[in-house]
């Protein structure tokens, strides 16, 4: 019999918790309202650790899984006994809320079922879990066979979508302005922040992946530094900008017998004292004060959409190119690169408007038709030059 629960009378009780461990063979562990460690998500984790997730992945995913058991929790569900009907209503409560949890949005939505999704297909497939998968494939789908009759020039859409995920618009990458940049850039108070910023904006390195260099891993001849790749863990070296390396002399110069010296020692450090290794909370903080000095809503990551978008504007510069130093394992993936920005645009449209008013102004009009007052059509025409 089906179950009717309103999602609106869904109060998820805030019990268990994603507690990290700070353990390479574990990063990360849920536990349930009396801490104990939740098994089936545990094995799952160590399906991810063994499929190469890092441990940001792996903490992606048990946020998901933990408002997916809070839900279960709260409803007095075993995880095995989820049936479609929970997976309905959790899929209504994240969308609209419960008054005092707020709707998700719609990427959040999707990426949770995704990962809810996969889960339960894990543990079928190890024969742990319930027999049907309650995230399931559309109805409409489902049956279908993946990229039937697909034409291997166009581009591979996700065919066996899920039931409940939603549709997710896609989006502009969101870019600084060179206006909000330099307004960015003349607030940064140090020369160790200017030098991060200057590195960012051109060598599009992701922020965890820049925090990654060690001192041995900075090349100023060759104006190359070597990054520990997010997704792989395999190092590669970036081109970067002459200005980036200046600011990080100078830093350098600042820090100098003040952190340790070594080529495995970390390159960025705190500037107060003691100094400890800079990380990603730090430079994430300080990015944010010097917006709410400038007055901007920039994050790190569009300086990596900012120096993606300045390399793909680039005529000289091959997209395989660009591909290569932002790391992508697909092509389609920097070709959003191309799509014009929303600034760009507005403003070619204007000098566009411009150009023809101005055009119109320096236009000769031929003499009226006799029987016409030259002074009339002045008037009706606003007084266009004749």
């Known amino acids: 019999m089906t179950q009717q629960r309103g999602s609106s009378q869904v109060?998820?009780?805030v019990v268990g918790g994603l507690v990290e461990t700070g353990q390479v063979q574990e990063p990360f562990r849920l536990v349930d309202a009396d801490g104990a460690t939740v098994g089936p998500v545990a094995v799952f984790f160590r399906e991810l650790?063994?499929?190469?997730?890092?441990?940001?992945?792996?903490?992606?995913?048990?946020?998901?899984?933990?408002?997916?058991?809070?839900f279960l929790w709260t409803v007095g569900i075993a995880w095995d006994r989820a049936t479609s009907v929970e997976a309905r209503d959790f899929a209504r409560w994240l969308r609209l809320g419960d008054g005092v949890h707020?709707?998700?949005?719609?990427?959040?939505?999707?990426?949770?079922e995704t990962v809810l999704r996969g889960f339960y297909?894990?543990?079928l497939e190890e024969g742990?879990?319930?027999?049907?998968?309650?995230?399931p494939l559309d109805r409409a789908r489902r049956g279908r066979r993946a990229h039937a009759h697909h034409n291997p020039m166009d581009p591979h859409r996700e065919e066996r979508v899920g039931r409940y995920r939603p549709v997710v618009a896609s989006r502009i990458p969101r870019s600084v302005p060179d206006e909000e940049f330099n307004e960015i850039f003349a607030r940064l108070p140090s020369d160790r922040d200017r030098a991060l910023v200057a590195f960012y904006v051109s060598t599009g390195a992701r922020a965890s992946e820049l925090l990654s260099?060690?001192?041995?891993?900075?090349?100023?001849?060759?104006q190359l530094i070597t990054v520990v790749r997010k997704g792989t863990g395999a190092s590669q070296q970036l081109p970067a900008s002459t200005d980036a390396f200046v600011w990080l002399r100078l830093y350098q110069a600042h820090m100098e017998g003040l952190v340790p010296a070594g080529r495995e020692e970390p390159l960025w450090w705190t500037i107060r004292r003691p100094a400890r290794p800079?990380?990603?909370h730090g430079v994430h903080r300080m990015f944010e004060r010097v917006n709410a000095r400038a007055g901007t809503r920039a994050t790190l990551h569009s300086l990596r959409h900012t120096a993606a978008y300045r390399m793909a504007e680039d005529p000289t510069l091959?997209?395989?190119?660009?591909?290569?130093?932002?790391?992508?394992a697909q092509l389609s993936t920097t070709q959003i690169y191309l799509t014009p920005r929303k600034e760009d645009v507005i403003r070619r449209v204007l000098d566009h408007y411009a150009e023809q008013s101005r055009q119109a102004a320096e236009r000769t009009v031929p003499p009226p038709a006799p029987g016409y007052r030259p002074e009339t059509l002045d008037v009706l025409f606003g007084g266009v030059a004749r």
């Open 11 to 13: 109060s998820l009780a």
């Open 49 to 70: 650790e063994a499929a190469n997730r890092s441990p940001a992945t792996i903490r992606s995913y048990g946020m998901d899984l933990l408002r997916w058991f809070r």
């Open 102 to 112: 707020q709707p998700y949005s719609a990427s959040v939505r999707a990426h949770s």
């Open 121 to 123: 297909a894990f543990h």
């Open 128 to 135: 742990l879990g319930p027999v049907l998968n309650p995230f």
């Open 213 to 222: 260099v060690r001192q041995g891993g900075v090349d100023p001849g060759r």
């Open 278 to 280: 800079l990380t990603y």
């Open 318 to 328: 091959p997209l395989t190119d660009v591909q290569a130093v932002l790391g992508h």
